[in-house]
């Protein structure tokens, strides 16, 4: 029986997966006591090469979660490649993001581009699945004023529901082969724009275009490190450039079932 390994396995989107794969997966966590008790657990980080060799020994198919933000991402991404190669794993399933480019606008889809690279140029089977902005984060975009602030204009994105990536995901690890070398684009039904965002998250929420240096004088409260602020910008801006209004229909290619709107995912409680 093929073994299966999810990493990030107690994060959002891991857990999701590890929680509807059934059989028994392997968990490759950080910190083994947040992991479901009698599973299959390995520690280990990103970055320890020879930790994640060992955590994947024997595995057939691994899903690889993106690690999380920070400035050395793609040095990890491609310790946990290398690794995986090493160990002998045969398809490598990676989240990526929308519009991945050496050239991306936001700032962090270029980490994902190189990431993607450092896959093919490995030689393992791979599936990418590139996800858009995540539908359920929104609302966490609205400030304590009920303002969505930021330089996205008239843009569009076509937000995802985290529940249909991962639904997606179970699917593609169930059955790896069809889907070796293939990369899908993970979007909702519809491309929205943030004044329709705020529209549909509802009460008093608005959107305020800002201008660039009014992102960046916004944000300065937060003292955060020039790259972060660079990145929570060109989300922004990424929008306002049209690189993440693309719909497709690979989210129900893969699960069977439509996407989910923003609406329906955000009002899902009101129909209980």
Same mark, same amino acid.
């Given at each position: 029986?093929?073994l299966?390994?999810?990493?990030?396995?107690?994060?959002?989107?891991?857990?999701?997966?590890?929680?509807?794969?059934?059989?028994?997966?392997?968990?490759?966590?950080?910190?083994?006591?947040?992991?479901?008790e009698?599973?299959?657990?390995?520690v280990?980080?990103?970055?320890?090469? /020879? $930790? %994640?060799?060992?955590?994947? *020994?024997? #595995? &057939?198919?691994?899903?690889? =979660?993106?690690?999380?933000?920070? @400035?050395?991402?793609?040095?990890?991404?491609?310790?946990?490649?290398?690794?995986a190669?090493?160990?002998?794993?045969?398809?490598?399933?990676?989240?990526?993001?929308?519009?991945?480019a050496?050239?991306?606008?936001?700032?962090?889809?270029?980490?994902?581009?190189?990431?993607?690279?450092?896959?093919?140029?490995?030689?393992?089977?791979?599936?990418?699945?590139r996800?858009n902005?995540?539908?359920?984060?929104l609302?966490?975009?609205?400030?304590?004023?009920?303002?969505?602030r930021?330089?996205?204009?008239?843009?569009? /994105? $076509? %937000?995802?529901?985290?529940? *249909?990536? #991962? &639904?997606?995901?179970?699917? =593609?690890?169930r059955d790896?082969? @069809?889907?070796?070398?293939?990369?899908?684009?993970?979007?909702?039904?519809?491309?929205?724009?943030?004044?329709?965002?705020?529209?549909?998250?509802?009460?008093?929420?608005?959107?305020?275009?800002?201008?660039?240096?009014?992102?960046?004088?916004?944000?300065?409260?937060?003292?955060?490190?020039?790259?972060?602020?660079?990145?929570?910008?060109?989300?922004?801006?990424?929008?306002?450039?049209?690189?993440?209004?693309?719909?497709?229909?690979d989210?129900?290619?893969?699960?069977?079932?439509?996407?989910?709107?923003?609406?329906?995912?955000?009002?899902?409680?009101?129909?209980?």
């Amino acid at each position: 029986m093929s073994l299966i390994v999810i990493s990030g396995a107690t994060g959002r989107l891991g857990g999701r997966v590890a929680r509807n794969i059934g059989g028994s997966p392997r968990l490759l966590v950080r910190d083994a006591s947040r992991a479901p008790e009698g599973a299959d657990v390995a520690v280990a980080d990103y970055a320890d090469g /020879a $930790a %994640v060799q060992r955590a994947l *020994d024997g #595995a &057939d198919t691994v899903l690889m =979660v993106s690690a999380a933000e920070t @400035p050395d991402r793609v040095t990890q991404h491609r310790s946990f490649v290398d690794a995986a190669k090493a160990a002998g794993v045969k398809h490598l399933v990676y989240t990526s993001f929308a519009g991945a480019a050496p050239d991306a606008t936001f700032t962090l889809a270029r980490d994902h581009w190189h990431t993607e690279q450092h896959i093919r140029d490995s030689g393992l089977a791979f599936t990418f699945l590139r996800d858009n902005l995540y539908a359920d984060f929104l609302p966490f975009l609205v400030g304590e004023d009920g303002v969505i602030r930021g330089p996205a204009g008239d843009g569009r /994105a $076509a %937000v995802v529901a985290q529940d *249909d990536i #991962a &639904d997606a995901l179970v699917a =593609v690890l169930r059955d790896p082969a @069809p889907h070796a070398g293939k990369t899908y684009e993970m979007t909702g039904p519809e491309a929205l724009s943030l004044t329709e965002v705020a529209a549909i998250i509802g009460g008093s929420a608005t959107y305020y275009d800002e201008t660039l240096d009014e992102a960046y004088a916004s944000r300065e409260q937060y003292q955060a490190p020039k790259w972060q602020v660079d990145a929570w910008v060109s989300t922004y801006t990424a929008i306002a450039a049209g690189e993440l209004a693309r719909v497709s229909t690979d989210v129900e290619t893969l699960t069977g079932h439509p996407a989910t709107s923003l609406r329906e995912l955000l009002h899902r409680g009101d129909r209980a």
